[in-house]
């Protein structure tokens, strides 16, 4: 467990993602959150590039993120939400393990078209395993809400889905955005709960329509 966040910290953090909701650990407040920190904080390797001395030191990564509004990279952006988030109670060490495969995608002639082939390998070929800390009951229920076969904009190529909605991303059902296919092992049991299905057909038509 990291050492939470300050309350000055915290204050900072919502200041810095322009974030004005509640603080309660609920679904709604983490979809809210998670919007709000991808739309103000940009993925940034600058460091890298520049030769500079990398760090996952926490107070590091939140000075850089927050205090200085600089952008992150993947385990400076995980580690900063990850650490509000407990801060705030939510669990954010039941999943264990995980890995996950899918096809990649055929080239295409524009972006758009890119970007709906890219996320059709992961909604309709993509396969994800997971090992969680948490009871049979609740990876029954997880396993059937999980997989993108439980948005209700499943089952055309995520370009028509794009253009549907104006290609706003977050109109899109957030339940979309998810791997075909989960195989969830509980910790406590060790039994494992699957949920999903592959759509080669769907998937056929994205990366080789005719």
Request: proline share 6%.
């Amino acid at each position: 467990m990291q050492r939470p966040l300050s309350l000055q910290q915290l204050d900072r953090y919502v200041a810095r993602i322009g974030y004005r909701g509640p603080r309660d650990p609920t679904l709604g407040t983490l979809r809210a959150l998670h919007r709000a920190h991808l739309l103000a904080i940009p993925y940034e390797n600058l460091d890298i590039h520049l030769g500079r001395q990398l760090t996952l030191d926490p107070e590091a990564m939140f000075t850089k993120l927050v205090d200085e509004r600089r952008g992150g990279w993947c385990y400076e952006m995980n580690g900063l939400l990850g650490r509000v988030l407990e801060t705030l109670g939510f669990d954010v060490h039941k999943v264990v393990s995980g890995f996950g495969t899918a096809p990649v995608a055929t080239l295409s002639k524009n972006d758009l078209r890119g970007i709906g082939r890219t996320n059709d390998c992961i909604l309709y070929g993509g396969q994800a395993h997971y090992t969680i800390r948490a009871s049979d009951d609740e990876l029954t229920t997880l396993a059937a809400s999980l997989p993108a076969t439980a948005s209700k904009d499943y089952g055309v190529p995520f370009y028509d889905i794009f253009q549907r909605y104006d290609r706003d991303f977050y109109k899109i059902d957030p339940l979309l955005f998810s791997p075909a296919e989960v195989w969830l092992t509980s910790a406590e049991s060790g039994r494992s709960f699957h949920g999903g299905k592959l759509a080669p057909d769907i998937l056929a038509a994205s990366l080789y329509p005719a």
